[in-house]
């Protein structure tokens, strides 16, 4: 496979290994993202710092360009496909070490919508921003919603539509979580090609995000005042 000219990872120094991380999660070279993960382990590098200075980095880079229209859907997918395999080797190390995580998301397609290319990216990118997310899929009831929040002991709910029919069903949601008194428990985001900002406002989430880079972004910046206000 390797060539004259081929970069060998395991020879790089550090810095230098890291910055080749960012550009290979960029190409989405899973292979390499899976090796270079390892050289760092047996450097004695906590997986936590792994995490952060390589792959999360990496997935913020991605994340820039895809806001800007640089890189597109399928390359993000490889990208963050790239970094599902370094996580694979860092999830349980994370785990013993008690690693902080930036808070817990769960994520679903509304009631009578199928679609979910959009929430597997927001999925994606959110687990590469160093949240922790429940994905439950498709066609989704409130029931779902509900359960999935309190069986993962949730901080945000994401909720996707494509089609302006199922749209309304988000504010069912919400409104079913106010009656139930947990509403304020939980940060809501809302996101999908037929929404906008003015929807989300209407229906009472706590924000629309246009695209998974900037759910990212609005996420931590959530997550950031919540911290805040438990420390003060």
């Known amino acids: 496979m390797s060539e004259e000219d081929d970069i060998v990872l395991s020879e790089l120094p550090d810095d230098e290994l890291v910055q080749q991380m960012h550009d290979d999660l960029y190409d989405?070279?899973?292979?390499?993202?899976?090796?270079?993960?390892?050289?760092l382990l047996e450097r004695k590098w906590e997986p936590y710092k792994?995490?952060?200075?390589?792959?999360?980095?990496?997935?913020?880079i991605v994340g820039i360009d895809f806001r800007d229209g640089i890189l597109f859907v399928p390359e993000v997918l490889l990208a963050a496909n790239a970094m599902k395999g370094g996580m694979k080797i860092l999830k349980p190390l994370l785990a013993e070490t008690g690693a902080p995580r930036l808070g817990k998301m769960v994520i679903g397609t509304v009631k009578g919508d199928i679609h979910d290319i959009g929430q597997n990216l927001v999925t994606m990118m959110m687990e590469g921003a160093?949240?922790?997310?429940?994905?439950?899929?498709?066609?989704?009831?409130?029931?779902?919603?509900?359960?999935a929040l309190k069986e993962f002991d949730a901080d945000i709910l994401g909720m996707s539509a494509l089609l302006t029919t199922t749209m309304p069903y988000m504010k069912v949601v919400i409104d079913t979580m106010k009656d139930l008194g947990i509403r304020d428990d939980y940060v809501i985001l809302v996101g999908g090609a037929p929404l906008n900002e003015e929807f989300g406002k209407a229906i009472g989430a706590d924000a629309y995000c246009r695209d998974a880079a900037v759910a990212v972004e609005t996420a931590k910046e959530f997550m950031g005042r919540k911290h805040n206000q438990l420390s003060a």
């Open 28 to 39: 989405g070279l899973a292979d390499e993202i899976l090796e270079a993960v390892n050289i």
């Open 50 to 60: 792994i995490l952060t200075e390589a792959l999360v980095e990496g997935m913020r």
């Open 130 to 147: 160093g949240f922790e997310v429940m994905n439950i899929g498709i066609n989704n009831p409130v029931e779902n919603y509900v359960d």
